[in-house]
């Protein structure tokens, strides 16, 4: 706890001198903190009313009745009362910006409302759990800030409007009960992110192991696993209800059931086993050391998911996963920092080429220039034809994948690697 204190703290002051005395301002008064996080949650809303539909929300909203699901029943719900006190027809992947109406506008900052927030609700769960580990009141605000203006994460949150920052969220809470050595909350927590989305079940080998390093009672324990696995068969439970066509349709939606390595042309069953064996490996390596070592639970959270990311088939907003973990990671060790911002940008490199550059229903781009529409100013005329150009998304894409992969699998390594120079407790 005092390294992390001592950790922050030196933090702080590189990050003081780096941006100047109002940063250090708003991280040291509470009203200018609170009017800080506002303004950046105004500009959220802002930016989730302005930006087209991407291709998740209208996913979402033109395949509702085949995907089914908690996330996307409530976006059926938001769409239905938007349209009674409106009246408008809710053609939500065909209006482009210079199209906006207020109707259109209300619409768009309406469905992404649910990601704005759980966006906030991680914020404060981040903020608890620095606190909980032993930062200081200033270091726990620039853990919530760094994450509400980490530009990756609006991008991933707001403007893609992923729901799988509700999931996110709590695995951040479930981090918080492990910390305060309350199981069965830790279980719900990740019971109800499992139910959510499937990819929080990856955690709980990691999170039963931290679990048996916490003093805490077998009777607590067994109580986590229970529970735990209660979120697992809830998923079950609605991702099995219909035909084989409508299954078919939530394997090919659900990230978890497509993990096929883009490095090698393997196959679906030898990329879901390349996944697998990798991530045993890493559950193997965690539980090893943490017999000898006092692994920090973000620590055995991280690795999980960054050995994930280097043998999976990636969409950019996966990466909102372990976007809070890193956020700590950054804020109380102070360290990574170069190599976050590189997976940031391989990351959202790769997704603006693998994704025609991020071009939505609307025929604009995420980033708001036309990519298929009329007649393209000079600028997306050259991007156009540099995305349709043959060698494009065969050469480049493969280089980023293939840089991605060996960023995040460094960063894993980077885990193991300070478990072992640890004293054991």
């Given amino acids: 706890m005092r390294r ?9 002051e590189r990050f003081s001198k780096l941006v100047g005395s109002r940063a250090s301002i708003v991280l040291r008064d509470q009203r200018a903190f609170a009017a800080a996080v506002v303004v950046v949650l105004a500009a959220k809303l802002a930016l989730s009313a302005l930006t087209p539909a991407s291709g998740d929300l209208g996913l979402m909203l ?41 109707g259109m506008m209300f619409l768009g900052a309406l469905v992404r409302l649910p990601t704005l927030v759980f966006d906030i609700g991680v914020a404060g769960a981040l903020y608890l759990v620095a606190k909980q580990i032993g930062a200081s009141t200033r270091g726990a605000r620039l853990t919530c800030l ?24 709590m695995t951040v809470v479930m981090a918080l009960f492990l910390l305060r050595k309350k199981l069965v909350y830790a279980g719900l927590a990740l019971a109800a992110g499992t139910a959510l989305k499937l990819y929080p079940i990856l955690l709980f080998p990691p999170a039963l192991a931290y679990s048996e390093q916490s003093e805490t009672t077998p009777r607590a324990r067994a109580f986590f696993v229970v529970v735990s696995l209660l979120g697992l068969l809830a998923y079950l439970d609605w991702f099995f209800q219909g035909n084989f066509a409508k299954t078919r349709l939530l394997l090919e939606y659900t990230p978890i059931t497509q993990p096929i390595t883009s490095l090698l042309t393997f196959g679906t069953e030898i990329g879901v086993s390349v996944s697998a064996v990798a991530l045993v490996v890493t559950y193997y390596i965690t539980w090893i050391l943490a017999k000898n070592h006092k692994v920090p639970i973000i620590e055995s959270i991280l690795p999980v ?14 990466l909102v996963w372990a976007l809070p973990f890193l956020t700590l990671d950054l804020s109380i ?11 940031l940008t391989l990351m959202f490199g790769w ?13 604009y781009s995420l980033l708001f220039f036309p990519l298929q529409r009329g007649e393209l100013p000079w600028y997306s005329a050259m991007i156009s034809a540099f995305l349709a150009n043959p060698a494009t998304p065969v050469l480049i894409p493969s280089f980023l994948r293939a840089g991605l992969s060996a960023a995040t699998f460094v960063y894993a390594l980077t885990f193991f690697r300070n478990w072992i120079k640890s004293p054991a407790p």
């Avoid at 509400?148 to 729901?163: D, H, K, R, S, W």
């Avoid at 998911?305 to 996966?318: A, E």
């Avoid at 060790?333 to 997976?343: D, I, N, Q, S, Y």
């Fill in 4 to 12: 992390g204190l001592n950790t922050t703290s030196a933090f702080l």
């Fill in 62 to 102: 033109l395949q509702s009745q085949s995907l089914g699901g908690p996330w996307i029943l409530a976006l059926d719900r938001i769409v239905n009362v938007w349209e009674s006190i409106t009246g408008l027809n809710p053609n939500l992947w065909v209006y482009s910006p210079p199209s906006f109406s207020y």
């Fill in 146 to 169: 760094a994450w509400l203006l980490n530009p990756y994460a609006t991008f991933a949150v707001e403007m893609i409007g992923t729901p799988d920052i509700a999931a996110s969220f």
């Fill in 305 to 318: 998911l960054l050995v994930y990311y280097t043998f999976s088939s990636l969409y950019p907003q996966y």
């Fill in 333 to 343: 060790r102070g360290k990574h920092l170069g190599l976050l911002a590189l997976v």
């Fill in 351 to 363: 997704g603006f080429l693998y994704f025609g550059g991020y071009v939505t229903y609307s025929g």
